[in-house]
């Protein structure tokens, strides 16, 4: 059964750091494209950054110098380090497996709130 689980979220104040984590299981880890995706409210899914199984990373505009993806493929995890938090990075944020085109895995979703 595949399974990813995402944790780390939470409230924090502006400024501030979290690091997410997506434990994934049921399926090879290492083999899967890995993104980090999110969804504010009233607004549409939007791409935070991705890794590839090589390695190579992506990491949109509004993240770039501030937040940071990476993996452990020993673990099956995938990592979100967000740094310099703002309000505006107030989302529920989705760990996202895929080795297209038929395997796209979905995980439930971490609420990440920046407030003061």
């Known amino acids: 059964q595949v399974q990813l689980v995402e944790s780390g979220g939470g409230l924090v104040q502006p400024g501030r750091s979290l690091r997410l984590s997506c434990a994934a299981s049921?399926?090879?880890?290492?083999?899967?494209?890995m993104r980090w995706v999110r969804q504010a409210p009233g607004k549409e899914r939007e791409l935070v950054a991705s890794?590839?199984?090589?390695?190579?990373?992506y990491t949109s505009e509004f993240a770039k110098g501030r937040f940071s993806i990476s993996r452990d493929n020993d673990k099956s995890t995938l990592y979100l380090q967000m740094n310099s938090l703002k309000p505006e990075d107030t989302a529920v944020y989705y760990c996202n497996a895929r080795m297209m085109p038929l395997s796209d895995y979905w995980g439930q979703g971490t609420q990440v709130t920046v407030s003061s």
């Open positions: 890794i590839a199984t090589t390695g190579v990373t």
């Open positions: 049921g399926f090879t880890f290492s083999r899967f494209y």
